[in-house]
């Protein structure tokens, strides 16, 4: 099968549901880091999502690099980043998961994804004071019905770009306006382009790509059902466009 290949401005972008928490995920071509993360987690929905996370990572970075995914190793860039070792022309990846929603971002620039579940209205009023000037006039702006899915909204586009830049959180919350207009005195930072995406009702999405110009994204699904399939069957039908 052809490799798959993100070009300039492309946003290539995977979702997955995982699948039930009593589901049994190979492990074989995760590292032993991966397989010590899932262990540790207590409840079994958040072991599978991690295991089918990581493992449909994998899966789908093979089909970019024609590298198996079991041969895949990953590092952290200066910046902070994930990348891929040992490959001359890595594609550059973000992944993210948040209870029963997994989003993965693939690019040939610098690329932040997020997904958050709907915080409630406490966690919300609580922490958007915590944000930059202008987002939390933003937040205060809107009725009280909508203040928990606006902060989501917010927490993604604010979490996606950060990930592209490869600090996180560690660079603070206030430092950048991502709200959803700009205004006199806060624009979004240059150089990138933030887009929300599709959630469901649940969920808030958005994801990052560092560029001038206009993304073209492509959303593909993953089918839980093909992460206990090897992985030769996955990349035969293991995906679709959605």
Known sequence: MPLLRAGDDDLHLWTLRPPPPDSVLPTGELDRHERRRAAAFVRPADRVQYLA????????????TGVAAGRLRF??????????L??????SFSLSHSHGLVLLGVAACPVGVDVQRV???????????ALHPA???????LPGDRLAEGFARLWTRKEAYLKGLGTGLARGLAADYLGAAERAGARRP????????PGGPDHAAAAALRTDGTPRVTTR?????????????????GVGSA
């Open 221 to 237: 699904t993953v089918r839980p059902e093909d992460l206990t399939t090897t992985h030769e069957l996955f990349t035969e039908r």
């Open 75 to 84: 590092a952290r860039a200066a910046s902070g980043r994930p990348v891929l």
């Open 135 to 141: 987002e939390a006039e933003d937040l205060a702006a």
């Open 86 to 91: 040992g490959l001359p022309e890595p594609p």
């Open 53 to 64: 996370a990581h493992l449909a990572l994998r899966r789908i970075l093979a089909r970019y």
């Open 190 to 197: 240059a150089g990138w382009a933030v887009l929300d995406l």
């Open 119 to 129: 915080p409630s209205y406490a966690t919300a009023e609580l922490c958007r004071t």
